[in-house]
């Protein structure tokens, strides 16, 4: 039996987009007026079929009952536990406290240089900071859970004093227990909740918000030829497999985030395909997140003309991301990217 998707296209923005909300021209995208839709991509692992709403009661019925439940994940408000998505994209500044991450490694892996540019996002107005220490780079070796606790013990213990929330960046229960004696608002572990089987225990216990995050294989060997059948609805399928096994697990809560995986255990065609086609996962019904900035892609696409920090690469990218409804963006360069999305945002949505 076919297993068929839900793709919101055609997307409007701004006044235009009020408009056709207020005559029922198009569908808000989350409960935002300000993004919305008004056709749809019916798609298989066979084919797929572009169709406006007027046309989805044509439908079989058992079709159209799949759809319509879709498109009523696609326009439900999210909320999410101290985020508030009524101008999106909101951006997650980025810490490494590593020496060896693929951008930032070794620039902010003291305390003092951590506080200070953290402290440096929230002047900027970022409302989340994502603070790791232990890099999940292709090829990364692993390090050991009291080499990665000595890395970020610092910056933890002075958490509580910043006025943003901390996402914990880590693949670890127990650097998880550690970091929650001070600060951890959400959980954000790149392995998909695969690397330690006991993260599901402690996300059911705190009820903290977390990040299920799409990654094929270990950092150490993910970029070694990976393969899918469908990137776009294998990724699709183990989200929906991943909820199902949350939900099980006793977690009932809807302060979940779903992230793709731009460049862990993907090609270039991989990360452009999950790029281009993005707005499929928001008939899963959850806030999205996408990590693209400086990510090796960008190199790819632009040979000759690539840069140290990739900033042209990391705001165009996102500048679409925000154009299909994505809800949050992991950066490096907050302020730079926050200055191009506000330039851009007052020339196209108002």
């Given at each position: 039996?076919?297993?068929?998707?839900?793709?919101?296209?055609?997307?409007?923005?701004?006044?235009?987009?009020?408009?056709?909300?207020?005559?029922?021209?198009?569908?808000?995208?989350?409960?935002?007026?300000?993004?919305?839709?008004?056709?749809?991509?019916?798609?298989?692992?066979?084919?797929?079929?572009?169709?406006?709403?007027?046309?989805?009661r044509?439908?079989?019925?058992?079709?159209?009952?799949?759809?319509?439940?879709?498109?009523?994940?696609?326009?439900?408000?999210?909320?999410?536990?101290?985020?508030?998505?009524?101008?999106?994209?909101?951006?997650m500044?980025?810490?490494?406290?590593?020496?060896?991450?693929?951008?930032?490694?070794?620039?902010?892996?003291?305390?003092?240089?951590?506080?200070e540019?953290?402290?440096?996002?929230?002047?900027?107005?970022?409302?989340?900071?994502?603070?790791?220490?232990?890099?999940?780079?292709p090829?990364?070796?692993?390090?050991?859970?009291?080499?990665?606790?000595?890395?970020?013990?610092?910056?933890?213990?002075?958490?509580?004093?910043?006025?943003?929330?901390?996402?914990?960046?880590?693949?670890?229960?127990?650097?998880?227990?550690?970091a929650?004696?001070?600060?951890?608002?959400?959980?954000?572990?790149?392995?998909?909740?695969?690397?330690?089987?006991?993260?599901?225990?402690?996300?059911?216990?705190?009820?903290?918000?977390?990040?299920?995050?799409?990654?094929k294989g270990?950092p150490?060997?993910?970029?070694?030829?990976?393969?899918?059948?469908?990137?776009?609805?294998?990724?699709?399928d183990?989200?929906?497999?991943?909820?199902?096994i949350i939900?099980?697990?006793?977690?009932?809560?809807?302060?979940?985030?779903l992230?793709?995986?731009?460049?862990?255990?993907?090609?270039?065609?991989?990360?452009?395909?999950?790029?281009?086609?993005?707005?499929?996962?928001?008939?899963?019904?959850?806030?999205?997140?996408?990590?693209?900035?400086?990510?090796?892609?960008?190199?790819?696409?632009?040979?000759?003309?690539?840069?140290?920090e990739?900033?042209?690469?990391?705001?165009?990218?996102?500048?679409?991301?925000?154009?299909?409804g994505?809800?949050?963006?992991?950066?490096?360069?907050?302020n730079?990217?926050?200055?191009?999305?506000?330039?851009?945002?007052?020339?196209?949505?108002?």
């Open positions: 039996m076919d297993k068929y998707y839900t793709k919101p296209c055609n997307f409007y923005f701004g006044i235009q987009s009020e408009k056709k909300v207020k005559l029922k021209q198009s569908l808000p995208l989350g409960g935002n007026k300000l993004i919305s839709f008004d056709s749809i991509e019916i798609i298989s692992r066979k084919n797929s079929k572009l169709i406006g709403f007027k046309e989805i044509k439908l079989k019925q058992s079709l159209r009952k799949k759809v319509n439940t879709d498109i009523s994940n696609i326009v439900k408000k999210k909320k999410f536990k101290g985020l508030k998505f009524k101008i999106s994209p909101i951006l500044g980025v810490i490494n406290m590593t020496p060896d991450s693929f951008s930032d490694g070794g620039k902010y892996n003291k305390a003092n240089s951590a506080l540019r953290a402290k440096y996002f929230i002047k900027k107005g970022c409302q989340i900071i994502d603070i790791g220490g232990e890099s999940t780079r090829g990364a070796q692993e390090i050991n859970l009291k080499n990665e606790w000595k890395r970020i013990e610092s910056f933890f213990k002075k958490t509580k004093k910043l006025n943003c929330l901390i996402s914990l960046d880590t693949r670890k229960r127990k650097i998880m227990d550690l929650s004696k001070y600060k951890v608002d959400l959980v954000n572990d790149v392995s998909g909740l695969n690397y330690d089987a006991s993260t599901i225990n402690f996300l059911r216990k705190t009820k903290k918000p977390f990040v299920i995050h799409h990654s270990s150490k060997i993910m970029q070694n030829k990976p393969n899918y059948k469908n990137v776009i609805l294998d990724i699709y183990f989200f929906e497999n991943k909820l199902k939900n099980r697990n006793g977690i009932k809560h809807k302060n979940i985030i992230d793709p995986g731009i460049g862990f255990g993907k090609n270039l065609k991989h990360n452009i395909t999950l790029l281009k086609h993005v707005s499929i996962f928001h008939s899963l019904g959850y806030p999205i997140m996408y990590g693209i900035s400086r990510k090796r892609f960008i190199k790819d696409l632009v040979g000759l003309n690539d840069s140290k990739r900033i042209g690469g990391t705001i165009s990218s996102s500048i679409w991301l925000m154009m299909q994505v809800q949050i963006l992991r950066v490096h360069d907050f730079e990217v926050n200055q191009a999305i506000k330039v851009f945002r007052s020339l196209r949505f108002k």
